[in-house]
């Protein structure tokens, strides 16, 4: 039984704690007046926007809520209407709402709604994609805005480990420094709240085993455990390798973790649906393909580098996707047809390839040759293939390959002359 004196304790509570914390600013550009729904992985740092949204405001002037709280367990629908009678007894006023996991609550979309079109300023968090659903947005009518928020950006981790970069850095003694972060971004990821940890690889696992055990076994009521471990581990080593259903299938029955293909498919869609990792198809290729082979990512490579040794390329690949899906959201295929370019955003007309080092003269024809071809194909006079810390730039027949560096890319360079950087 929920009552209305806990609920009053819960959010005089919050305030209390909310005003105590000292923590950046994340470098995410909002719209002032709008509603919006947050989503994301678990500890991708939603919940530190929303305190961001709140620390400008009187604590008389807010609600804020995280159904995660275990004093909420036996929390409805209907127990909604005694949240806001709460907050008037203890201020007489209309609050601006914050509902911190919000996907707990069957049915919270409708809440939500009536709170909108009453016009209250509301702000919802929420850790799984169903809450992008078309259901969910057709109940909500177009009064929120979704915001997708990932891990840190490279800008922003270096900002959250109080590194200012100095003007033209990238020519001075900073560098070094910028290219040492950068080898910690790509091993322990941008995941806010392990940048604080000494032993990182110790706090990725919590996280991990958090949206393991707590979005996905017990949120969808899981038995097979071990089937699911190991396609996540399965999943890891085929970074930046396209991989079919059938073939991961056929990997985990020889493992011992059988699996039959409907329920492979679930379990990708569970991975998704809790934003652990995200998939692209190759361009070229016809729609049931696109629905069955494709490339896989994490949505963090500290997440990523648990289940590798050593596979810088990985990570490497992974980061770049990850940047471009800050930059594009879903708009992003691999190329394929006799040879491979890793990425190709079609609205831009931009090629990527990604590649640890091209000093190696077998691998640097093979990457060219790649980007070559597909240059051809789409007739693009301009790409780029984005390395560890190697410039260079290629001139070709076919147009120019600019080769630039990771930190380079994501800091300075865009890899599109059309728009700014969105970092």
């Not at 002037?61 to 909604?80: A, G, H, K, Q």
């Not at 040492?180 to 604080?196: N, S, V």
């Not at 290629?394 to 865009?414: D, F, H, Q, R």
Request: aromatic content about 14%; glycine content about 4%.
């Amino acid at each position: 039984m929920i009552s209305i004196e806990n609920i009053k304790k819960i959010i005089i509570e919050s305030h209390e704690y909310i005003r105590s914390l000292d923590f950046e600013d994340r470098i995410i550009e909002l719209e002032e007046k709008a509603n919006y729904v947050f989503v994301g992985m678990r500890r991708a740092g939603k919940t530190f926007l929303i305190y961001n949204l709140i620390k400008s405001r009187n604590s008389t002037d807010y609600m804020y809520i995280n159904f995660e709280d275990e004093r909420l367990m036996e929390f409805t629908v209907s127990d909604f209407d005694l949240l806001l009678e709460a907050y008037n007894q203890l201020f007489n006023k209309k609050p601006a709402v914050f509902f911190d996991e919000i996907q707990n609550i069957y049915g919270w979309e409708k809440f939500c709604r009536r709170l909108a079109d009453s016009g209250y300023s509301i702000s919802i968090t929420g850790s799984n994609a169903n809450m992008l659903s078309r259901e969910i947005a057709t109940t909500l009518g177009g009064r929120f805005l979704v915001k997708e928020i990932q891990a840190l950006s490279f800008r922003e981790f270096l900002v959250f480990n109080n590194v200012v970069l100095a003007e033209n850095f990238e020519y001075g003694n900073q560098k070094t420094q910028i290219v040492k972060m950068m080898d910690e971004y790509l091993h322990f990821g941008g995941l806010p709240e392990c940048i604080k940890y000494n032993d990182k690889r110790n706090c990725l696992s919590n996280v991990f085993q958090k949206v393991f055990f707590g979005d996905i076994i017990a949120r969808y009521k899981l038995k097979n455990e071990f089937a699911l471990k190991m396609l996540i581990k399965k999943i890891a080593e085929s970074v930046n390798n396209e991989t079919s259903f059938n073939r991961i299938k056929n990997i985990l029955n020889s493992a011992n973790a059988k699996v039959g293909t409907g329920t492979l498919i679930e379990y990708f869609g569970y991975l998704e649906e809790s934003f652990l990792i995200f998939s692209i198809s190759n361009y070229t290729s016809k729609f049931s393909e696109k629905e069955t082979k494709k490339k896989f990512y994490f949505a963090d490579t500290g997440i990523l580098n648990l289940f590798l040794y050593d596979q810088k390329s990985k990570l490497l690949e992974n980061l770049v996707y990850i940047e471009l899906r800050r930059r594009y959201q879903s708009d992003i295929f691999f190329f394929k047809r006799i040879y491979e370019t890793d990425f190709f955003i079609p609205e831009k007309l931009l090629l990527i390839q990604v590649c640890i080092s091209i000093k190696d003269y077998e691998t640097r024809e093979r990457e060219i040759k790649s980007l070559l071809y597909s240059m051809r194909e789409l007739n693009i006079k301009e790409s780029y293939i984005i390395t560890y810390d190697e410039h260079e730039e290629i001139l070709t027949e076919a147009g120019k390959i600019i080769v630039v560096p990771y930190w380079n890319w994501s800091l300075i360079n865009n890899a599109d002359q059309n728009r700014p950087a969105l970092l």
